[in-house]
């Protein structure tokens, strides 16, 4: 008896299936390699780094002569404000040439690319020539600021600078400096709240903070109830070797002395008494601006006027100490003022980071909608 095999059904292939084989064959044959990723239209890897870190590309001989130094005076300035400098942004250099011996130094998260027209005929400035194209440097400027995202990888910032000589590059630094950083920090806020919220938002506390002050912020999950004194409540998170505390406290608007130098200090100061009477030593938490400054700004949190203080506290009588960061916001009525601190101790630790934390959290205040 016969046997019959059923041969399978070949589907007929669809143009497109074709259309896209010759595409990936093209570059194939044009030395384009699956591990390229120049070879993939429209995949780029994912960028890669931490917060607070900047590449700059630029040629190594005058790195070393001047640009390093007009590069650190912004972007590696210090941060405000810390018991010991701590910069800006952690800055690494490379010479297109490092950049291309390795790829993988491609796909960082932030770079600051720079060059001018005394180095026309290098690869570097061909680079940015061929990105630019025209608008790497108007006829009517000195020098020319672009920003542009994905370059190599996405989730990536790539800041251009080309001038018509050194000097005008060092101009560009100068005067556009300060709009770059403040578009580098809101690249950066996402790792920076992930690494505030690592853990879930504390919605206990939120509530409770909600309750003493009538406003929202987002408490993380690691903060614990330190003491609940004087109408202060105040929370603890024990990081390793470092201490968090944030501070809450809701009073009545006087007048507008009470955002002066001498009215915040008073305020301050009276609130920071929560903490001094768990020391057991006669002492007082103040704000000491004996040694470094404090710094005041203006700022809007959920459309309420409130003032940003950035300074140092210390203990009278002992050798503690550390930053913080405070707001006095002023309540959607104009009756109340919250006063909102958080503050480090964690001697000979870096605290950049965990500055940066904390006031992303004291910066979800929110009135509206609550």
């Known amino acids: 008896m016969a046997t019959f095999v059923q041969r399978p059904i070949m589907k007929p292939v669809s143009y497109r299936t074709i259309f896209l084989f010759l595409l990936m064959a093209i570059a194939w044959s044009s030395g384009c390699g699956p591990g390229d990723p120049s070879s993939r239209v429209g995949i780029l890897p994912a960028a890669f780094g931490k917060a607070n870190k900047l590449t700059v590309i630029a040629d190594s001989s005058w790195w070393a002569s001047g640009l390093a130094d007009s590069v650190d005076y ?6 405000l404000i810390l018991p010991r400098p701590e910069p800006l942004y952690d800055l690494q250099h490379f010479d297109f040439k490092e950049l291309d011996y390795k790829p993988a130094r491609k796909e960082l998260r932030s770079y600051l690319i720079i060059s001018h027209e005394g180095l026309r005929g290098s690869r570097l400035d061909d680079m940015m020539r061929k990105d630019l194209g025209d608008s790497l440097l108007p006829a009517d400027k000195p020098y020319s600021v672009k920003m542009v995202q994905n370059r190599w990888a996405t989730g990536q910032v790539v800041f251009y600078i080309y001038g018509r000589n050194a000097d005008a590059v060092y101009q560009a630094i100068q005067e556009r400096g300060p709009a770059m950083l403040a578009k580098l920090k809101i690249h950066d806020l996402p790792i920076l709240e ?17 309750s003493w002050t009538g406003a929202h912020f987002r408490i993380p999950g690691e903060f614990v109830p330190a003491l ?30 009470q955002f002066s130098l001498e009215g915040f200090k008073s305020l301050h100061d009276d609130m920071t008494r ?57 309540s959607p009525d104009q009756q109340s003022l919250i006063l909102a601190t958080g503050f480090i101790y964690g001697p000979g630790k870096s605290k950049r980071e965990w500055m940066q934390q904390l006031e992303i959290i004291l910066r979800t205040a929110r009135f509206s909608g609550i």
């Open 74 to 79: 912004t972007f590696g300035a210090p941060f």
């Open 274 to 330: 929560i903490v001094t009477s768990q020391v057991s030593e006669p002492t007082r938490m103040v704000a000491d601006d004996r040694e470094l400054p404090l710094f005041f700004s203006a700022q809007t949190l959920d459309q309420q006027y409130a003032m940003e203080v950035r300074g140092i506290w210390s203990m009278q009588g002992d050798f503690m100490g550390g930053p913080f960061i405070s707001y006095v916001i002023q």
């Open 228 to 257: 609940e004194q004087d109408s202060t409540l105040w929370l603890r998170k024990d990081a390793g070797e470092m201490i968090l505390g944030l501070l809450f406290k809701k009073i009545p608007y006087i007048n507008q002395e």
């Open 194 to 210: 992930s690494q505030a919220y690592a853990t879930r938002e504390n919605a206990s506390l939120t509530n409770k903070v909600q």
